[in-house]
């Protein structure tokens, strides 16, 4: 990740560099590392870029200010960073690494002094057609619509990725206000081909900008980022003080009293028996490499003693507001 921020986005926060990375010149950026039911660590990040505009701004020079070059200009550059389609296979005879490997098993196509550029634009292609197909191509399963309630409703992915989504050419709807990215291939993930050359594993990129696909986005991405994970070693260590207190004797206590510490102290110990943990998860903590990243700073919210202070005082307003 910290190879990613540096070298792909041009944000070294270490040495205090910023340069332009492939999205541009990288202003900020936020990543909470979520680890999945087999253990897996993967990261949501949203990246802001230096120059950028905000959804009313985007709003404001298209569809009221009517300037069209800003428009044109701001898909180009979409359709420049984002992909979904499967590139061509350039050429069935020659072979790559990942052509007999798995595509996350291998490393990219280097440039090499003996070949000439357009054997190795053709080499990277033939690495980017494999890498897409088994990265990027959605295949749909029981977790795809597990939000499904039946008939009626239609039977929707809620990843929304569906083999009849098409669009030829981005475009701006002037009804909705919503930017409507060209999409090639429905069952493909966003990538950026660049992106992916370099992490060759899934990835998903998209563009947070208008319409109501944007505050999908943003509440899923927010989501995600404020969502609070209890750490492991803070697991064990209210479980294993429960274990300590429930052991002490008390000889005031009933026969029930010491039933039910008893379950408790049995369930205490079977959920410390079961807790498993990847690989991932134990390199990671030992490693310290953290469950975020950040190019800034920020002061804690302590929430639960803020909703208490303004529980405390609501009161005293309340009393204060006069009577209608």
Not at 4 to 20: M, T
Not at 32 to 39: H, P
Not at 78 to 98: A, E, G, H, K, Y
Not at 104 to 112: I, L, M
């Amino acid at each position: 990740m910290k190879s990613f921020l540096s070298a792909i986005l041009g944000y070294d926060k270490v040495n205090g560099v910023v340069s332009e990375g492939i999205l541009g010149n990288v202003k900020a950026y936020y990543g909470c590392v979520e680890s999945q039911g087999r253990g897996t660590l993967h990261c949501h990040m949203m990246v802001w870029l230096e120059g950028g505009h905000d959804p009313n701004e985007i709003k404001q020079r298209i569809l009221e200010a009517n300037d069209t070059d800003f428009r044109d200009r701001l898909l180009a550059f979409l359709d420049d960073t984002i992909s979904n389609n499967v590139p061509p296979d350039p050429d069935p005879r020659i072979s790559v690494p990942s052509t007999v490997h798995h595509p996350c098993a291998v490393r990219g196509v280097a440039p090499y002094p003996d070949r000439d550029d357009l054997q190795t634009k053709t080499a990277r292609q033939k690495d980017l057609h494999h890498l897409v197909q088994t990265c990027q191509v959605h295949k749909h399963n029981l977790t795809c619509f597990k939000y499904w309630k039946g008939p009626p409703n239609p039977r929707e992915c809620r990843f929304d990725l569906d083999e009849n989504h098409y669009c030829e050419k981005s475009h701006v709807d002037y009804e909705t206000g919503e930017i409507c990215l060209r999409c090639l291939d429905g069952m493909v993930n966003n990538f950026n081909a660049s992106m992916l050359e370099a992490v060759r594993c899934n990835m998903d990129i998209k563009f947070i900008g208008s319409g109501a696909s944007a505050k999908a986005i943003l509440y899923y991405i927010t989501d995600y980022i404020t969502k609070s994970q209890l750490k492991a070693h803070v697991a064990y260590a209210a479980l294993d003080l429960a274990r300590r207190k429930l052991s002490e004797f008390d000889p005031t206590d009933d026969d029930l009293t010491v039933r039910a510490k008893e379950l408790i102290r049995k369930s205490a110990h079977a959920m410390i028996s079961h807790q498993e943990l990847s690989s991932q998860q134990v390199a990671a903590y030992l490693m310290e490499s953290g469950d975020h990243y950040t190019s800034h700073e920020f002061k804690n919210l302590f929430w639960t003693s803020f909703e208490n202070y303004v529980d405390s005082i609501l009161p005293l307003r309340q009393q204060s507001l006069p009577e209608e």
